[in-house]
C-alpha cells in the first residue's frame, strides 16, 4: 500500500508488443513507496499491456498513430492522469516533438542493443539481433537512454552487455538481452529519478 503522504511520481508506461518489459515495471514499481505505474499507452490493441492493465486495475489507452501526434487529445490525458514521467517498453512509434518538449529529459526508453550500434529507424526487434548475428561481432546488450527527437540517440543512462558466441542465433540474443532488459530497465529508471527529484 502506498502512503499519500509521500510525493508520488507517475509513470505512463508505453507498449506496442508483449509487454514483458511493462510487466516487470509495474511488479517493480509496485512496492515501491514515491513512484507508480499510472497508465499504459499502446498502439496495439493486442498488445499484452491491455491484460496486464486488467490484472494491476491500471488504466490503459489504446491510441492510434494519428492521437499521438495531436497534442490536444494525448497532453489532457497524460495531465489526467499526473504522468510525469514516459517509459517506452517496447514502443514502435516515433514519440512526437511535442510529448518531448513537454517532457524534456523525462522520457526513457530501453533498446535491445549496445547503442549507437544497431540503432535507428528499423532497427528494433529481431532486426537488431539479426544485423548483431551477420555481423560476427562478439556482444551485444541493451541500453537504457533518455529519449531526445532523434531515434535512439538521447543520452545514454546504462548499457549491459552480454557476450555472443558463434553457435548463438538470433533468437538465442535477443532471450539473453531481454533478460538483461528485465533486470537493469526499472533500477535505472528509480535511481535516475530519486537523484532527479531528491526522493
Ligand atoms: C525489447 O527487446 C525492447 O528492447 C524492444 O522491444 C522488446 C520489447 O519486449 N524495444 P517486451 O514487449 O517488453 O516483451
Avoid at 181 to 191: G, Q, R, T, W
Amino acid at each position: 500500500m502506498k502512503s499519500e503522504n509521500i510525493k508520488q511520481i507517475h509513470l505512463a508506461v508505453f507498449a506496442s508488443g508483449g509487454g514483458s518489459n511493462a510487466r516487470v515495471l509495474t511488479t517493480f514499481f509496485e512496492n515501491r513507496a514515491n513512484i507508480t505505474v499510472s497508465l499504459f499507452l499502446t498502439n496495439n490493441p493486442q498488445s499484452g499491456v491491455v491484460t496486464l492493465g486488467k490484472e494491476y486495475n491500471i488504466p490503459v489507452r489504446v491510441l492510434s498513430g494519428k492521437t499521438l501526434e495531436e497534442s490536444s487529445v494525448i497532453a489532457p490525458l497524460l495531465k489526467e492522469f499526473c504522468i510525469d514521467y514516459l517509459v517506452l517498453a517496447g514502443f514502435l512509434k516515433k514519440i512526437p516533438d511535442h510529448l518531448i518538449k513537454t517532457y524534456p529529459d523525462k522520457i526513457f526508453n530501453i533498446h535491445p542493443s549496445l547503442l549507437p550500434k544497431y540503432g535507428g529507424k528499423g532497427m528494433y526487434g529481431h532486426f537488431v539481433h539479426e544485423a548483431v548475428k551477420n555481423s560476427g561481432d562478439d556482444r551485444s546488450g541493451c541500453t537504457v537512454h533518455l529519449v531526445n527527437e532523434e531515434y535512439d540517440k538521447g543520452r545514454i543512462l546504462h548499457q549491459t552487455e552480454i557476450p555472443v558466441t558463434a553457435d548463438m542465433s538470433a533468437e538465442d540474443i535477443a532471450t539473453a538481452v531481454l533478460k538483461e532488459e528485465h533486470l537493469c530497465f526499472a533500477p535505472v529508471i528509480e535511481s535516475y529519478i530519486r537523484n532527479r527529484e531528491g526522493l
